[in-house]
């Protein structure tokens, strides 16, 4: 019997000897039959997925992001052990013990999904790692996994997801796959790698996530595009306590712990909008920029790193700048009934919710509120779970008297918080509505010629015309600087006489008369250069280019920097051409800047992701008109905004001077100024050019938001005690006039100190007098 059972094990071991040579037979058949169509793993060896192209602002805060993939690259250390234990326990429990697939989660999947007919997940995160890191489509080495229809078809792609997975656990350690793998896997709303997905949803790095935080990331990667935490919390949370579950049950965290965050609700980050950046045509602007220089690849997916000019906290004070002074002169054109009512759209009051409602309300926000009843003369409003009250005060600046002359029950309106109590859940609110005009501001550091705040109109979301580069505007009386600087480099004076009369100039054949008037339809007759500068009177302004020449006075302009056509018109004196707001405010830039001009810039420094500086910006000056004449220009628009149109500025108590402008009908205010750092350019108006309305001037309808800026920028600086000035060049001569440009003593009550190039100052028998 012995005998019999050694022969039968022999003859059994021959035949398992024989079994095991058929498969390992297969097998190598197997791996040579793909080898020709299976990827270079050792590619992986210079891992440089698509990354992240980042906007920085001048102090190191982000402005804005492009990608296709929003990736961030972080290294294993950098994943939080509670992030690296949810991600295992859910997709690969033995990780840390296969070679790269577990033959018998094959082999089981493999049978039931020939019984059920169904595919079921049998992969290791390192397989899933092979599917994910390599193209996907008819010519990629797996074959197109995308584009599979049959179990067959998808057996011979698991086959080949094996032999990939295999060989990346040959060649790279265990903490080097995990780290591709959470640098690479899809999570959703455009996010890839786990850095990237914290960032999205919780608005902090990876490591500082809690423990629910880490289960829902790891949720997330069954099914990104199902299970969004967005649009479906639901089942993300449901997936989430799953993998809490999972945690527990690996011993990595106790099953009272897991208890309790499975209890916790999901709180994420508001996804960003495009009005949610600081400075969205700013980075537009950038934008373009990098995708015409570097193209479109480089830009998306090689990880740009652009640091910018743009002044982050400057540009915040701008952005309030812009909406206040817009919402502001918005109410002066009346109240304009609502739009929206969500009762007629079919919505209940009580489980309506508006997208902004989702993110955090505080004291000062404006925010959509959905009218629920109106107790005279007052208003109740809904809001995000809050309940707001609107006095009769809140309304004001409508006129009405009552809230039920505004609105109806169910109107979508904007409030302003003014009070809030969120122990109550109640507020104080007023009556706000979106401002229909636009407005634009430019600020430029006349010293390198660096843009330190840009705002391109109210709402980028609205309209992505950028108003301070794109739009060509008429200036009205904002170019006279430029008619008079060529005036003072020929020799004339702030103390020279023009005439403030009725004139009338041949305007071509077949043409009326060219007939210039004032703003406020008088005449002054004779007036100094400095009273025409101050109260911009029309007239003077067009005798004085007759007299130099209006071709003569264009291209003088150019100087300036402006790359717009000026006619040679006698109406150009008075801002019939059309430039741009970053044109007028560079060109103004030279009368505090010594008569230098800094090519205006943007970009500083752009960086490939590797740190390799593939360009850096320097200031580039041009010498425009002379510092003398620059000085002169700077001290006549000093009076305009300490005795002139723009004499509001004086509140400041700071060293300002600037120039306003209007157009005909009011269809466009500008204020262009500078300080002896800074020039600020606004213009305000319709894009449509209609009229802004009744007598809104410069001074009325621009002027405020420069002052707006002004005054945050000058607390900024808080050094009150030390006034920076505006310093004269060693050539200029100060000398005490009166109004009519006679010489005073300083004393004289009205006496102005007057700048004059050495030479030209009354008493020196200069002729122009």
Not at 30 to 55: H, K, M, N, W
Not at 149 to 164: G, N, P, Q, T, Y
Not at 519 to 539: C, H, L, Q
Not at 548 to 562: D, E, I, P, Q
């Amino acid at each position: 019997m012995a005998h019999y059972i050694i022969k039968f094990a022999r003859n059994a071991s021959i035949a398992a000897l024989f079994i095991l040579a058929a498969v390992l037979g297969v097998l190598s058949g197997v791996f040579f039959s793909y080898a020709g169509d299976l990827p270079q793993i050792s590619a992986l060896d210079d891992y440089a997925p698509s990354t992240i192209t980042r906007v920085y602002a001048s102090g190191g805060e982000v402005l804005g992001e492009f990608a296709t993939q929003r990736r961030v690259v972080i290294t294993y250390d950098q994943i939080p052990e509670r992030l690296r234990q949810a991600i295992i326990a859910t997709e690969d429990a033995g990780f840390d013990r296969h070679v790269g697939l577990s033959l018998t989660r094959i082999v089981v999947t493999a049978v039931n999904d020939l019984l059920e007919q169904r595919r079921a997940g049998a992969s290791t995160l390192t397989q899933q790692l092979a599917r994910n890191l390599f193209p996907q489509g008819p010519e990629a080495p797996f074959g197109g996994l995308a584009r599979q229809h049959d179990i067959w078809e998808d057996l011979e792609r698991k086959v080949k997801e094996a032999i990939v997975a295999i060989q990346i656990e040959k060649r790279y350690t265990k903490r080097e796959i995990f780290t591709l793998y959470c640098n690479h896997i899809y999570f959703g709303n455009g996010a890839y790698g786990v850095e990237a997905a914290s960032r999205l949803y919780f608005g902090k790095p990876a490591k500082l996530v809690s423990l629910e935080e880490a289960a829902l990331i790891a949720a997330i990667i069954q099914a990104p595009e199902r299970l969004n935490p967005y649009t479906d919390p639901r089942r993300v949370s449901q997936r989430r306590n799953y993998v809490l579950q999972r945690m527990a049950e690996e011993g990595y965290v106790p099953a009272d712990v897991v208890a309790s965050a499975a209890k916790l609700p999901i709180t994420l980050r508001p996804l960003p909008t495009a009005d949610d950046s600081v400075a969205p045509y700013f980075v537009e602007e950038v934008r373009k920029y990098l995708e015409s220089k570097y193209g479109a690849k480089q830009l998306y997916q090689e990880g740009l790193s652009v640091r910018t000019s743009l002044d982050y906290d400057l540009q915040l004070v701008a952005n309030r700048a812009v909406t206040e002074g817009l919402r502001t002169l918005d109410k002066r054109r009346g109240f304009r009934k609502p739009s929206r009512n969500i009762l007629a759209e079919s919505h209940r009051l009580d489980s309506f919710i508006h997208p902004r409602w989702q993110r955090a309300i505080a004291r000062g926000d404006i925010v959509p509120a959905v009218v629920a009843d109106m107790p005279a003369p007052s208003a109740r409003v809904m809001l995000g779970g809050l309940t707001g009250v609107m006095g009769r005060e809140g309304f004001a600046w409508t006129g009405r008297r009552s809230a039920a002359d505004l609105f109806r029950r169910g109107d979508l309106i904007e409030v302003r918080i003014l009070e809030l109590d969120q122990t109550k859940r109640t507020a104080t609110v007023s009556l706000e509505q979106t401002p229909i005009l636009e407005g634009a501001l430019l600020a430029i550091d006349h010293r390198t010629g660096q843009i330190t705040a840009m705002v391109g109109g109210f709402s980028f979301t609205r309209s992505k015309f950028n108003r301070s580069i794109q739009a060509y505007r008429q200036t009205g009386s904002a170019f006279k600087p430029f008619v008079y600087s060529y005036a003072i480099d020929r020799g004339y004076t702030p103390s020279y006489v023009l005439l403030d009369a009725p004139v009338s100039y041949v305007a071509g054949p077949g043409q009326p008369p060219y007939q210039p008037q004032n703003f406020d339809r008088k005449f002054e007759g004779p007036i100094t250069m400095r009273w025409a500068i101050e109260d911009s009177r029309n007239v003077p302004a067009v005798r004085m280019m007759a007299q130099l020449g209006a071709t003569n006075v264009v291209a003088y302009a150019k100087r300036f920097g402006f790359k717009s056509e000026i006619k040679p018109y006698l109406s150009s004196a008075l801002g019939a051409s059309e430039v741009t707001l970053l044109e007028l405010t560079s060109a103004y830039s030279v009368f505090p800047n010594q008569g230098v001009r800094m090519e205006p810039y943007m970009i500083q420094r752009i960086s490939n992701r590797d740190g390799n500086v593939l360009e850096e910006n320097r200031p580039i000056p041009h010498d425009a008109i002379r510092a003398d004449t620059a000085f002169v220009m700077t001290n006549l628009l000093r009076g305009v905004t300490i005795r002139g149109t723009g004499q509001k500025a004086a509140a400041l108590n700071w060293p300002v001077a600037g120039k306003t402008g209007t157009m005909d009908e009011f269809t466009d205010a500008w204020f262009v100024g500078f300080d002896p750092n800074l020039t600020l350019g606004v213009w305000v108006g319709f894009d449509d050019k209609k009229p802004l309305g009744h007598n809104m001037t410069g001074a009325e309808a621009a002027l405020p938001s420069w002052m707006a800026f002004m005054r945050e920028y000058i607390e900024k600086r808080g050094d009150r005690e030390h006034l920076p000035r505006f310093e004269p060049p060693g050539n200029i001569v100060f000398l005490a006039v009166d109004r009519s440009g006679a010489p005073t003593v300083s004393e004289t009550p009205g006496a102005i100190s007057e700048a004059y190039i050495s030479g030209t100052q009354p008493g020196t028998g200069f002729p122009r007098n």
